[in-house]
């Protein structure tokens, strides 16, 4: 498995509460991902990163902020949390080498905002 | 931007059968397909990919063919086992955008239950 940790892995909020999730690797990537996973809806991007301190943002991204300070962390917050984003969140890395992206997925963490 | 249809959106099989799953995709620049596997409670896990020069890849039960000029690519699952019983993604790619990214577009996933 590629060596991605996320968390908290699961979380409880309150609507109106900041959150942050974190994403951690040990594989030196340079880039890195966001997703939230809905029934239905499949996997969508919400924030990606091509470098330390270069983001950009993806499909889902209103509501969501990241960081990038180190290559190895990836930081997503939810400024004020919104029952919306209720969901399963999925950190995900590539390396970008070549023309193609393969990405490995870490084990997400699970948010539900009350 | 891109869209990927995937269908069935859910697919029993007993034991021993074979599984298909189709995708479909919107644009032609997309030339990286690949297909993961999600069990429960855990994340996407890669299982095999094709790129648009080839158009057919095999690795032991699974194989995935690509159709470039239907845009349609497909999973095929042979002899398949209890351990195979999960959801499938299927995504597409343009690879390098020039805008720093190689975003992947995910089908919205099939639910596999192979019946012992």
């Known amino acids: 498995d590629a060596g991605i940790t996320q968390s908290p892995r699961h979380k409880v909020t309150e609507t109106g509460t900041p959150v942050t999730l974190r994403c951690h690797q040990t594989?030196?990537?340079?880039?890195m991902y966001w997703y939230r996973q809905d029934p239905g809806h499949g996997l969508r991007l919400i924030h990606y990163s091509y470098g330390v301190k270069d983001t950009d943002k993806g499909e889902v991204s209103d509501g969501y902020s990241v960081s990038r300070s180190k290559t190895e962390d990836f930081l997503l917050t939810l400024e004020s949390a919104t029952s919306s984003q209720t969901s399963v969140y999925f950190c995900a890395i590539s390396d970008g080498q070549g023309s193609y992206n393969e990405q490995f997925f870490g084990p997400g963490t699970r948010l539900t905002v009350l | 931007g891109e869209n990927v249809e995937q269908h069935p959106s859910t697919l029993s099989v007993q034991e021993g059968d074979s599984a298909v799953i189709k995708c479909t995709y919107s644009?032609?620049?997309?030339?990286?397909f690949p297909w993961y596997k999600q069990e429960l409670g855990k994340g996407p896990q890669l299982i095999i990919d094709?790129?648009?020069?080839?158009g057919e890849k095999k690795d032991q039960r699974i194989a995935v063919t690509l159709n470039k000029t239907a845009k349609h690519f497909s999973l095929h699952i042979t002899e398949t086992q209890p351990e195979d019983s999960a959801v499938y993604f299927c995504?597409?790619?343009?690879?390098?955008?020039?805008?720093?990214?190689?975003?992947?577009?995910f089908g919205k996933g099939t639910k596999l239950s192979v019946i012992p």
């Open positions: 644009d032609s620049a997309s030339n990286y």
């Open positions: 594989e030196n990537h340079r880039y």
């Open positions: 995504a597409a790619s343009e690879g390098y955008s020039g805008a720093g990214s190689y975003q992947l577009t």
């Open positions: 094709i790129r648009s020069n080839v």
